[in-house]
């Protein structure tokens, strides 16, 4: 069964820094794009940084030079991990790990959301 568990999730001032972990088990993803997405109150999921399988990253421009995404294999699972740095009350949200099929565009598979909140 494929999961992903998302974690560090929380309340931090602006300014601040959190790490989001996501650990993700129950098949091969070594092929596969891995994700954070985001979704605020009243608007649209948007991505915010991805790994793909070939091992580029890309990101938002709203969190480019802010946020880092990285990704670790240990034994079957595979950790995606978002730093998060400069912190700004719009950055508050419901950050989701997701990741696709091999070589796929499309994620397929999603984690149960963990919420971010940024205090001014």
């Known amino acids: 069964q494929v999961q992903l568990v998302e974690s560090g999730g929380g309340v931090v001032q602006a300014g601040g820094s959190l790490r989001l972990s996501c650990a993700a088990s129950?098949?091969?993803?070594?092929?596969?794009?891995m994700g954070w997405f985001r979704q605020a109150p009243g608007k649209e999921r948007e991505l915010v940084a991805q790994?793909?399988?070939?091992?580029?990253?890309?990101?938002a421009d709203s969190v480019k030079g802010r946020f880092t995404i990285s990704r670790d294999n240990v034994m079957n699972t595979v950790y995606l991990y978002l730093q998060m740095n400069s912190l700004k009350p719009e950055d508050t949200a419901v950050y989701y790990c997701?990741?696709?099929?091999?070589?796929?565009?499309?994620?397929?598979?999603w984690g149960q959301g963990n919420q971010v909140t940024i205090a001014s």
């Open positions: 790994h793909t399988w070939s091992r580029s990253t890309t990101y």
């Open positions: 997701a990741a696709t099929g091999d070589y796929g565009e499309r994620y397929d598979y």
């Open positions: 129950g098949r091969t993803f070594s092929r596969a794009t």
